[in-house]
Structures are given as structure tokens and as C-alpha cells.
């Protein structure tokens, strides 16, 4: 996806000094605990345990894995098992699941559950056009008596808490936000989050907090709110502007796994110097190998690598060498001298 990290690159921002801040307060999901109001949103094709574990050890109070296909879960096709896969040292965990059929869609929420699963989520955002021709993702948010039939067939089948992660609607004439969270409080939702941008809009301008304000009104569930939270000042905006129990992060998180803590206690410290940066890096690609394998896990940490170096003045053409480096191994020996030299490297 192009453009993912949206502003990010600008500096950090400042922590508003409260002293009792509201995101640090823990708060249910149902029965579930959940010790701090900052959770890490669910991001396709990045939100495997490693990053969930990353962004734990960060301080988020809950973390949502990328979104698992329903059906494959039901052919137990091995890659989509794995995306079950869930870690000691990471609850409190959610597994997001896709899919249109209930029963289909029950079947996996127990899986989840099997699997260790804290929450089940069921995604009503994604915009793509291969989620959404079958009639899952976002397409749900236009068959409400489906979307409805659907957590009410995962809510019989398990015991941990449902939720629903939705955006506003389909587009934004036609979007019931308040009507539809409040239909899938009825099916047994046990927390809603919302980021208010329609799917047609998908990433394009600023998400429209007044949504989540109304969403958050129009239910007694916790509302999470999703979209352009990035640090202490944007998360407390959000939280009094709409009442939210909790903020997701996701994009601003994308190379600063440090803005959970940020955000969870209102201080933000100085940003990590490089050497840290490294570490860090080197740490959570021990653990994406362990995921995937060496030959994905190079691939897979190209875009962080450009992620973790957003907005530092290095010499020219280091972010390419590391994207282009053959094995993760050579980037990690160009990071490590880069940490030893930035400006000479
Ligand atoms: C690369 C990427 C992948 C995403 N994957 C998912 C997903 O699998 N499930 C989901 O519900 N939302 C997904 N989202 C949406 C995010 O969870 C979040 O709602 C959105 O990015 C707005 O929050 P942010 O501004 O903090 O990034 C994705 C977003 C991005 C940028």
C-alpha cells in the first residue's frame, strides 16, 4: 500500500502533561481485562506475532492480529492456520477473522478460541475489492441482517468476548454508523471499533472523529476508536472528544513501536537514538523469522526497515541499500554500521 505511514516522519508529538491520564485507566471487553486504553489496531499482512508480541512489550494493553480468513480456517490451509498461532507473552491477544457466513465464521471463532485466542473480531472494514466480492470486509457494513446473523452465530459458539471493527459505511451518504454499531450490540457484540472513514474513502484525508463520537453515544459497549492517532495529543483529543474507552493505533505505530507506552502513559520520551533503533530491529526480526522463515521475513521487513528510518538525516540512498539487500542478514550488517557511523555510512 502506498503512502501507509500517512504523517509520519514529522516530529514526535509533545505529551500534553496531565496528571491522571485517562488512557493509562484499564478497562473490559466483556470479561476480558484489558490494563491500559491503547490498543494495537489490526494490520493485514504485518499483524503476526511478532509484531503483536513487539507491540505488548511496548506497552499496548491489547493487540489484534491481521485479519484471518474464515474459510481458511475451515480447509485448515496451513498458512491460515498459522496466523492463529498465538504466544505466551502477548495476551491480553484478539484474532480478527473474515468472512460472510455465519456458520462458516462461527467455526472459526472457535478455532480462535482453541488456538488461545482473548477476543474474537470480526473485520467490517476492509475495503479490497477480493474481501469485499465475497460479500466480507466492508461489504458487510451494506448487509446489516447479515453482518448481525454473523456475530450472532460467534457469539453461540464461543466464550470469549466478540467485537467488531467497522468502518463508518460503505461511502459516506450512505453511512448508519451509530444504527449499525448499535445492531451489533444487539447481536452481542461485546465492543465495537470504529474508524470512521468510509471504505470508498479508504485511507484518503482525516478520519472524522464526530462519527466515533456518535457511535459512541448511540452504545453501552466500549467503543474503540481507530484513525489517526499518533501520539499522546492526538489520542487524548480523540478520547475527549468522543467519549471513547480506548484508541487503536495502527499506521503511527509502523517503526515506533515506543508511541504505545507514549500514548498509554502520556509522557513521551525522546526518541530512540539509532543504536536503539537497531536493537530493536534486530530483536523483532529474530522473532519474524521465527514467524515466517528467513526468505519472507527479508521481504517482509523491507517496508519497516524505511519505517523505522522515517524522518532521520542519513546520507543518501541507505533506506534503497537495505530494501534491496538480498538477505535479511546483509540489511541488518548495513544497519548495524549504520548505527556505528550514520553520517559516514
Ligand atoms: C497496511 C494496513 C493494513 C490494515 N489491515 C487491517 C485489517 O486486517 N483489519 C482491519 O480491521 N483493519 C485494517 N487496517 C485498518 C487499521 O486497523 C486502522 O483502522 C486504520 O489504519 C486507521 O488507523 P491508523 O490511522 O491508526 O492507521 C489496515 C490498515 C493498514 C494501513
Request: glycine content about 10%; aromatic content about 4%; proline content about 7%.
Amino acid at each position: 500500500m502506498k503512502g501507509v505511514l500517512g504523517t509520519r516522519g514529522t516530529p514526535r508529538e509533545a505529551a500534553p502533561g496531565r496528571e491522571r491520564w485517562p488512557l493509562a485507566e484499564p478497562f473490559a471487553i466483556g470479561g476480558l481485562q484489558v490494563p491500559n486504553r491503547v490498543v494495537q489496531a489490526p494490520l493485514a499482512g504485518i499483524a503476526n506475532w511478532a509484531f503483536r508480541r513487539q507491540s505488548r512489550r511496548h506497552g499496548a494493553g491489547l493487540v489484534v492480529s491481521e485479519m484471518v480468513a474464515s474459510h481458511g480456517v475451515r480447509h485448515g490451509n496451513a498458512r491460515t492456520m498459522g496466523m492463529l498461532t498465538v504466544l505466551d507473552d502477548e495476551h491480553p491477544v484478539g484474532v480478527q477473522l473474515f468472512g460472510a457466513d455465519p456458520e462458516v465464521m462461527a467455526e472459526a471463532a472457535r478455532a480462535v478460541e482453541a488456538a488461545g485466542a482473548d477476543l474474537v473480531d470480526v473485520n467490517m472494514g476492509c475495503p479490497v475489492p477480493k474481501v469485499c466480492r465475497t460479500g466480507a470486509g466492508a461489504a458487510l457494513l451494506g448487509e446489516p441482517e447479515r453482518a448481525e446473523a454473523v456475530v450472532r452465530a460467534m457469539v453461540d459458539a464461543v466464550r470469549i468476548p466478540v467485537t467488531v471493527k467497522m468502518r463508518r459505511g460503505l461511502t459516506p451518504a450512505t453511512s448508519r454508523p451509530a444504527e449499525m454499531a448499535r445492531r451489533m450490540e444487539a447481536a452481542g457484540a461485546a465492543a465495537v471499533c470504529i474508524h470512521p472513514r468510509a471504505a470508498a474513502e479508504e485511507y484518503a484525508g482525516v478520519a472524522d472523529h464526530a462519527v466515533t463520537a456518535e457511535v459512541a453515544a448511540a452504545v453501552g459497549v466500549p467503543v474503540i476508536a481507530s484513525g489517526d492517532v499518533t501520539g499522546p495529543a492526538s489520542a487524548l483529543a480523540v478520547v475527549e472528544r468522543t467519549g471513547c474507552a480506548a484508541v487503536a493505533v495502527g499506521r503511527g505505530a509502523l517503526g515506533d513501536p515506543w508511541a504505545f507506552r507514549a500514548i498509554a502513559t502520556g509522557q513521551a520520551a525522546a526518541p530512540p537514538d539509532l543504536a536503539e533503533v537497531v536493537a530493536e530491529v534486530r530483536a523483532f526480526a529474530a522473532d519474524v523469522v521465527a514467524v515466517m522463515g528467513e526468505d519472507r521475513a527479508c521481504h517482509y521487513m523491507r517496508r519497516f526497515h524505511a519505517w523505522y528510518l522515517a524522518g532521520r538525516d542519513l546520507p543518501p540512498g541507505r533506506i534503497e541499500a537495505l530494501q534491496t539487500a538480498p538477505t535479511l542478514a546483509e540489511a541488518l550488517a548495513l544497519l548495524d554500521e549504520l548505527a556505528a557511523a550514520p553520517a559516514a555510512a
